[in-house]
């Protein structure tokens, strides 16, 4: 045992392993981010993308309600376009 009992080798290695994921994590969203600029040099709106793919991770139940609240609020504030 180390210091207080706590294993300065155990908790080495897993100071050592959040920072190799860490890394790993930068290095997607790195590549994440230049396949957005790519979608947008080929005339594809990224803010869009992301919201599509927020859409595509919803469970069915979730997204119905999210849709659901989003009419009944713009109905509330007068946003609903007329013979829609």
Do not use: C, H, P, W
């Amino acid at each position: 045992m180390g210091v207080a009992g706590v294993s300065g080798d155990q908790l080495r290695q897993f100071i050592e392993r959040i920072e190799r994921l860490e890394q790993e994590k930068a290095n997607i969203m790195i590549d994440i981010k230049e396949v957005y600029a790519e979608a947008a040099s080929t005339g594809f709106d990224a803010k869009i993308m992301r919201q599509i793919i927020r859409i595509r991770k919803m469970d069915k139940e979730e997204l119905e309600e999210q849709e659901s609240l989003l009419d009944l609020y713009k109905e509330a504030l007068g946003m609903t376009i007329e013979g829609a």
